[in-house]
């Protein structure tokens, strides 16, 4: 069954607007949550990693004052993409480990945000 | 950057055994080998994972070379809906203890009736 939900599937909305993506994980606790984009026909990028607790670590390249990334519980972590803009269109996706330091990270089913 | 390499893309028969390959030369002794698959718009799902033995689950099996450099992701019985992109990753450390999963491009495995 699934081990991470992610909420909103799709959302559409418009330019400078804010948007809320909600990623829950089920019947664990998660210490540590990431937060991926992927734009068409290209792989995943990952943006962020967030634990419980603590200020998430960015990627180079990702602004953090336009993805801001709360992850105040053991089973809940939110992305907000601020003052959207077309270009933030894109497929975002969390994850997050079950486990031990070996234990597969486990993957939301995404988020398609379109910016009209 | 990705540390292992895949084929860009492969074709199987429905009903036969899919291989796929991956190269991850640069792999060090402690490190596992992780096989996802990405469904078109869908999260990726979590196949299997391993270290020197080969290991298998309901989904599929993974051989690794025992110079670890290389493994292959075999689906025992492919059917269309399996589909999919197919990463092959190794992880990397982010800082500190953590690590990270850094997709490739993958391999887009194209089952056919």
């Known amino acids: 069954g699934a081990v991470v939900s992610q909420h909103p599937s799709w959302v559409i909305c418009k330019s400078g607007t804010s948007v809320k993506i909600e990623c829950r994980s089920l019947d664990f606790q998660a210490t540590t949550m990431f937060w991926y984009r992927q734009f068409p026909k290209q792989s995943l990028m990952l943006m962020a990693t967030?634990?419980?607790?603590?200020?998430?670590?960015?990627e180079q390249g990702v602004e953090k004052d336009k993805f801001l990334i709360n992850h105040a519980s053991l089973t809940l972590s939110t992305l907000t993409v601020t003052s959207a803009h077309p270009e933030d269109s894109s497929f975002y996706i969390c994850?997050?480990?079950?486990?031990?330091?070996?234990?597969?990270?486990?993957f939301g089913d995404g988020t398609r945000l379109s910016i009209l | 950057d990705a540390k292992t390499t895949q084929p860009p893309s492969m074709d199987c028969a429905e009903g036969r055994a899919a291989n796929l390959p991956c190269n991850h030369s640069t792999i060090s002794g402690n490190e596992y080998v992780y096989w996802y698959r990405q469904i078109h718009s869908q999260g990726p799902q979590y196949i299997i994972h391993g270290l020197k033995n080969n290991e298998t689950n309901e989904m599929a099996s993974l051989i690794i070379t025992e110079d670890r450099k290389s493994s292959t992701l075999i689906l025992p019985h492919a059917t269309l809906r399996d589909t999919a992109v197919y990463y092959c990753i190794v992880r990397e450390r982010s800082g500190g203890s953590n690590y990270k999963l850094t997709f490739g491009k993958g391999t887009l495995l194209t089952v056919n009736p």
């Open positions: 994850s997050t480990k079950t486990g031990g330091a070996y234990q597969p990270q486990h």
């Open positions: 967030s634990n419980e607790g603590s200020k998430a670590t960015y």
